[in-house]
């Protein structure tokens, strides 16, 4: 299996690449835009899947997604999102698409919904296509001004060593502040928590 991995967060791209190469059948070829998608399309296709970021440069909400999907004859492309909409993963789905991954979702999740895009099924998570949306607020009116800085410092790569000494505080101090961000942004990890915060726009 070949895929394409198309996202401008060089941490969760990175990231995906990696798991995806060590669970072995599969190959990747990665790019940072839409234009570099596509381009990489037309020199190192075809490809037997393609994921492309809802949110990185080029991509015009889901137009990006539609010119991609009519490219050379026709491709299996999916959309990867940590803050797009169910009513996106809807319109993306009944255009066509191969699938809608939430960002959110857990590693061993990710590839087996790779793997079952790019062997011809449509993928979409149940729990998200079917949870009532409730009105969002803006995530930083329930967060403390304390977790804000440690969501800051994990935006920008920090250990928690660094945050830590950064805020004159003790590291135990800011692994428990991480716990607390980390339930109250209903994420698992600090990549999670950051993807979330880029997506929004807070850093």
Known sequence: MRVLIADDHDLLRDTLVMFLESEGGMSTCAANSLPEAQERMKTDGPFDLILLDYNMPGMDGLQGLFDTMAMNGGQRVALISGQASREVAEQALDAGAAGFVPKTLPAKSMINAVRFMAMGEQYAPIDFM?????????????????????????????????????????????KLHMKSLYRKMKVSNRTQAALVARDKGLF
């Open 130 to 174: 079917t949870a009532v949306e409730d009105t969002p607020c803006p995530l930083t009116s329930t967060l403390s001004p304390r977790e804000i800085e440690m969501l800051r410092g994990l935006s920008e790569g920090k250990a928690n060593k660094e945050i830590a000494r950064d805020l004159n505080i003790a590291e135990p101090t800011v």
